[in-house]
């Protein structure tokens, strides 16, 4: 004959681990949603503005110098930049947007700034990249980036800092 407490160490057992896995798996599932929320979109590390690129950026710039000569700009929407023939903000909108193991890809709308002509030269309002409509962003070092194969941003861009 079997007794009914006999069971009761293998059920208590058994309702202590399936307990304990319960709990493992609700504080697994909350630290994976903490790091896809802390993640963001995959050009947050580049949100603020960059100096540079156009021309080298001068080192040991104040924080002050280096807003003072920003040449790009990155927000959740749009990123902005200046030419050398067109030093006023030129702004696309962020069509589509993927990170990279080195960096962001953008796929940037067209944008409704006009050319300036100076002097007969037409001005190119994009980043003289190979794909006008294809930004594609390398991070070099903690604070710097650069856009390869780019003609209109030959150099490595800074982070200007907020301080």
Same mark, same amino acid.
């Given at each position: 004959?079997?007794?009914?407490?006999?069971?009761?160490?293998?059920?208590?057992?058994?309702? !202590?681990?399936?307990?304990? @896995?319960?709990?493992?798996?609700?504080? %697994?599932?909350?630290?994976? +949603?903490?790091?896809?929320? %802390?993640?963001?979109?995959?050009?947050?590390?580049?949100? /603020?503005?960059? $100096?540079?690129?156009?021309?080298?950026?001068?080192?040991?710039?104040?924080?002050?110098?280096?807003?003072? #000569?920003? @040449?790009?700009?990155?927000?959740?929407?749009?990123?902005? #930049?200046?030419?050398?023939? #067109?030093?006023?903000?030129?702004?696309?909108?962020?069509?589509?947007?993927?990170?990279?193991?080195? /960096?962001?890809?953008?796929?940037?709308?067209? !944008?409704? $700034? +006009?050319?300036?002509?100076?002097?007969?030269? %037409?001005?190119?309002?994009?980043?003289?990249?190979?794909?006008?409509?294809?930004?594609?962003?390398? +991070? !070099?070092?903690?604070?710097?980036? %650069?856009?390869?194969?780019? !003609?209109?941003?030959?150099?490595?861009?800074?982070?200007?800092?907020? +301080?």
């Amino acid at each position: 004959m079997h007794h009914p407490h006999a069971t009761r160490p293998t059920a208590v057992r058994l309702g !202590t681990t399936l307990l304990a @896995t319960a709990v493992l798996v609700a504080v %697994s599932g909350l630290a994976l +949603k903490a790091d896809a929320a %802390s993640a963001g979109p995959p050009h947050a590390w580049l949100y /603020g503005v960059w $100096a540079g690129g156009i021309f080298p950026a001068p080192p040991n710039m104040s924080p002050d110098e280096c807003r003072a #000569h920003v @040449t790009f700009q990155v927000s959740q929407d749009s990123v902005l #930049h200046s030419t050398l023939m #067109h030093p006023e903000p030129i702004q696309n909108a962020i069509a589509a947007v993927r990170g990279t193991p080195d /960096g962001t890809i953008f796929t940037l709308a067209p !944008t409704d $700034a +006009k050319p300036d002509a100076i002097a007969g030269i %037409s001005d190119d309002l994009g980043f003289g990249c190979p794909q006008p409509d294809t930004l594609r962003v390398v +991070k !070099t070092g903690p604070d710097e980036i %650069s856009f390869p194969d780019c !003609t209109g941003f030959p150099s490595p861009l800074v982070r200007c800092s907020m +301080k």
